[in-house]
């Protein structure tokens, strides 16, 4: 049986997270203050989780991942 590894799915999902909380920012532009650039503090901490995850599993050593955890 084929097994998936599912290692980094949760990082990506809080990422997503981010981006879809920061839409809620990004379409009440003028209704809130400082609205547009409170999106874009979403869209980055969500770029950076994002980012981590990729560089988490994809990018360490396989021997550096393991003893870390």
């Known amino acids: 049986m084929l097994q ?3 290692a980094g799915v949760c990082e990506l ?3 997503g997270v981010f981006y879809m909380v920061g839409v809620v920012f990004f ?3 003028g209704l809130v203050p400082f ?3 409170i ?3 979403f869209v980055a901490a969500g770029a ?3 980012y981590y995850a990729i560089w988490r ?3 360490l050593p396989a021997p550096l991942l393991q003893t870390a955890r």
């Open 57 to 59: 599993y994809l990018y």
């Open 35 to 37: 609205a547009h650039a």
């Open 13 to 15: 999902a809080v990422g």
């Open 48 to 50: 950076g989780v994002h």
């Open 27 to 29: 379409k009440s532009d």
């Open 39 to 41: 999106w874009h503090l």
């Open 4 to 6: 998936v590894e599912r």
